[in-house]
């Protein structure tokens, strides 16, 4: 009986072989190498990584699903399947350096790769399959509505590409919109330096709290530990940032600047 896919966990299953292909080809696996995949769903995915000689960690939370995957497991020792939920999953203890390869659900998309951008070294290389609005936010530029605090977030320590979009036709059942297949590759050092990530994060976060605010008046809202505001004109003064521009007019560099200028507040 062919497995069936359930809208409450958000899957689309991969059926073109060109994209299955394309993942296998963009996550440079070589034989050997530890791949993990998040929502294996029906496997179509995991027997491409398998077949390139992959040793394959794969997490898929639907239940009905996991005697077919335990199955192919018995049979290909290369694979081994953790049933549960990939945002509670302890990382930390899985081996590591590893790629990720995944067709990741929509409903967690981007929730997990901000989870998993924080280790750049455990996942040097990402290669997923993402809503195209969550793949336009990860690699935005600045200016425009799809840019904002995920794109800082992630951009800190990857390199954001967008390989290609795909249709709705290439996945069971179609989705609603396209798709885009992205690869993260692990910058050698952070984008840009600042005294204080978390202050520097916190920082950002409230810059967008407010999206038709300016980068002023969204500020003031940010307070230190006991509740008072910084000069925020003082602070932007000195990091040469106008206070009159909306949050999604900065670069990196920008938010860098207004950090390292309220660090010496």
Known sequence: MPLSPKKRFGQ???????VLRAIVALGEISPGERVLEVGAGDATLTRALLAAGARVTAVELDRGLLPALGELAS?????????????KLDYEALPYPQKLAANLPYNIASGL???????PRRFPLMVVMVQREVGERLAAAPGGKDYGSLTLWVGHRYAVEIRRWVPPGAFRPPPKVDS???RLRALPRPRVEVPDEEAYFRLIRAAFAHRRKTLLNNLKELTDSEGKSPDWHGVLARAGVDGG??????????FARIARALADE
């Open 245 to 254: 521009l909306r949050a999604e007019a900065l670069a990196a560099e920008a």
């Open 75 to 87: 049979r290909e020792p290369l694979l081994r399947v953790l049933p549960g939920d990939a945002m």
């Open 180 to 182: 885009a297949l992205v």
């Open 12 to 18: 689309h299953f991969l059926r073109d072989p060109a």
């Open 113 to 119: 790769l901000a989870l998993l951008c924080g280790w």
